[in-house]
């Protein structure tokens, strides 16, 4: 039996400043930056030398840090679109000319292998038919495999590979195309249909958008739900579902542009979680998110901490949840030519309620943040206008000025990714432009030995097959 009752919020907002325009990146004149005591300075790690499997194109690589050098794993001759799993212990590859189905050219079935690396054994799986998914997706130009790998609830082990035969979308608004679903079971190999209906819950993560799924809290005892007047949350613990309600995100229709989902981010030890809606979606100083914090324990109490000038996709948070990063713009409406893509990136400090306006550029983002939950990365171009290039790259820091690194010349970024406190992986594309095949550069930073990069290797990108376009990599511990 459960029992519901409804929690309001009473509280009253702090106002929000919209943040003013700053000439440049030079940290000197833009980083208003948050005041951090004096003994606090970021944590250095004792960090082993890197060992890097990574997917290009068909070939699987090893690369080491002390040697610099990169070693081809052993494959059949005829393997094709290797894909990692997350603990590196398993590839799973398609055979050549046999990847993609047609319609005017129809595979009766793609067959798949999983090679094991800690045991040296090769498992055989499948075939899986892709007529069924053909029959549901006639307009799909192409039909393929997608592949998820799942990991046990206790850490990083892979247990199951998900098999999905997918039909290619050929437009907008064509949905869900995943047809048959399989999972794989690990080591043995055994393949069991996933039923249609099947789903999973939502990790409670940056970017946990409700929808119609549960967002979990990261202890598990906490589900919540979009619900009409708010939110709906269920205590597992003591069988209790309460009706969160919070100020609607668009009272007024007429006034509103648009509104969008409703968000979940939890602190990392379940204390509470915030939540937002965009009330104005706009991607300039127009925009209007109103944010609230929920504390869950030891008592249910609402707060709204401020509406944010800004549209909730640009939102980052922190690994620990204690600050988010947001950017904004110009009104494009009425903002002079020459400040288009003028992007000012402010933080907020949770536990205080408290934003700095820290700095500008042009096209600015930010990419990633550093695991230690203080400093990130920032990407920008060097000018304005109506076709900016972003090639440039700074650190950023939630108590300091952001800081340029080197770039690399005739290239712009086009991602970055922590791999620890001190260490990324950037990886680039043509600065001259981007035909349908190219040569992505994949560079290591090491912040402990410089600002510059170290150049691991050219990867083909290629937009018209499948399996083209990824950045596949595994850390080998």
């Given at each position: 039996?459960?029992?519901?009752?409804?929690?309001?919020?009473?509280?009253?907002?702090?106002?929000?400043?919209?943040?003013?325009?700053?000439?440049?990146?030079?940290?000197?004149?833009?980083?208003?930056?948050?005041?951090?005591?004096?003994?606090?300075?970021?944590?250095?790690?004792?960090?082993?030398?890197?060992?890097?499997?990574?997917?290009?194109?068909?070939?699987?690589?090893?690369?080491?840090?002390?040697?610099?050098?990169?070693?081809?794993?052993?494959?059949?001759?005829?393997?094709?679109?290797?894909?990692?799993?997350?603990?590196?212990?398993?590839?799973?590859?398609?055979?050549?000319?046999?990847?993609?189905?047609?319609?005017?050219?129809?595979?009766?079935?793609?067959?798949?292998?999983?090679?094991?690396?800690?045991?040296?054994?090769?498992?055989?799986?499948?075939?899986?038919?892709?007529?069924?998914?053909?029959?549901?997706?006639?307009?799909?130009?192409?039909?393929?495999?997608?592949?998820?790998?799942?990991?046990?609830?206790?850490?990083?082990?892979?247990?199951?590979?998900?098999?999905?035969?997918?039909?290619?979308?050929?437009?907008?608004?064509?949905?869900?195309?995943?047809?048959?679903?399989?999972?794989?079971?690990?080591?043995?190999?055994?393949?069991?249909?996933?039923?249609?209906?099947?789903s999973s819950p939502v990790a409670g993560g940056e970017g946990a958008f409700t929808q119609n799924l549960p967002v979990i809290s990261p202890d598990g005892r906490f589900e919540v739900f979009t619900h009409p007047q708010g939110v709906l949350m269920r205590d597992h613990q003591n069988g209790e579902e309460q009706v969160i309600a919070l100020e609607p995100a668009c009272p007024d229709p007429e006034v509103c542009y648009l509104t969008g989902d409703r968000a979940v981010i939890w602190r990392p030890d379940s204390s509470g979680f915030y939540t937002f809606a965009a009330k104005n979606a706009y991607f300039d100083q127009r925009a209007e998110t109103n944010f609230f914090f929920?504390?869950?324990?030891?008592?249910?109490?609402?707060?709204?901490?401020?509406?944010?000038?800004?549209?909730?996709?640009?939102?980052?948070?922190?690994?620990?949840?204690?600050?988010?990063?947001?950017?904004?713009?110009?009104?494009?409406?009425?903002?002079?030519?020459?400040?288009?893509?003028?992007?000012?990136?402010?933080?907020?400090?949770?536990?205080?309620?408290?934003?700095?306006?820290?700095?500008?550029?042009?096209?600015?983002?930010?990419?990633?943040?550093?695991?230690d939950s203080r400093r990130f990365l920032l990407t920008y171009s060097p000018f304005g206008g109506p076709n900016p290039i972003v090639k440039q790259l700074a650190l950023g820091d939630v108590c300091r000025p952001p800081r340029e690194l080197v770039s690399v010349p005739g290239q712009m970024i086009m991602e970055t990714r922590w791999l620890d406190t001190e260490r990324f992986l950037m990886w680039t594309a043509p600065q001259s432009g981007i035909p349908n095949r190219y040569i992505a550069g994949m560079y290591l930073y090491d912040l402990r030995s410089g600002d510059e990069p170290m150049e691991i290797d050219g990867l083909v990108q290629d937009y018209d097959q499948p399996y083209g376009m990824r950045r596949e990599f595994v850390l080998l511990k």
């Open positions: 039996m459960v029992s519901q009752k409804t929690i309001v919020s009473t509280s009253t907002p702090t106002a929000s400043q919209t943040p003013a325009l700053r000439p440049s990146l030079t940290p000197s004149a833009t980083a208003e930056v948050f005041a951090c005591p004096p003994t606090v300075s970021v944590p250095t790690e004792a960090l082993s030398p890197l060992r890097i499997l990574y997917v290009n194109e068909n070939t699987v690589w090893l690369w080491d840090e002390i040697s610099r050098q990169k070693t081809a794993l052993e494959l059949p001759a005829d393997a094709v679109a290797p894909h990692l799993s997350p603990d590196g212990r398993y590839i799973a590859f398609l055979s050549d000319g046999q990847v993609v189905s047609r319609p005017e050219k129809p595979l009766e079935a793609i067959p798949l292998r999983i090679f094991d690396r800690l045991e040296n054994s090769m498992l055989e799986v499948g075939p899986f038919a892709s007529r069924a998914t053909h029959e549901m997706y006639p307009q799909a130009a192409r039909v393929y495999l997608q592949l998820v790998w799942q990991t046990a609830a206790e850490g990083e082990r892979v247990e199951a590979l998900e098999v999905q035969v997918f039909a290619e979308a050929w437009g907008l608004g064509a949905g869900n195309t995943v047809g048959e679903r399989f999972r794989v079971s690990l080591p043995d190999g055994q393949v069991e249909t996933i039923a249609p209906d099947a929920v504390q869950t324990t030891p008592s249910i109490r609402v707060e709204k901490l401020t509406v944010i000038r800004a549209n909730p996709w640009t939102f980052s948070f922190s690994p620990d949840i204690r600050f988010l990063a947001f950017l904004n713009q110009p009104d494009v409406d009425n903002a002079p030519p020459k400040m288009y893509n003028w992007v000012t990136l402010t933080l907020m400090d949770l536990e205080q309620n408290a934003q700095r306006r820290y700095t500008a550029g042009w096209v600015l983002r930010l990419p990633a943040w550093n695991p």
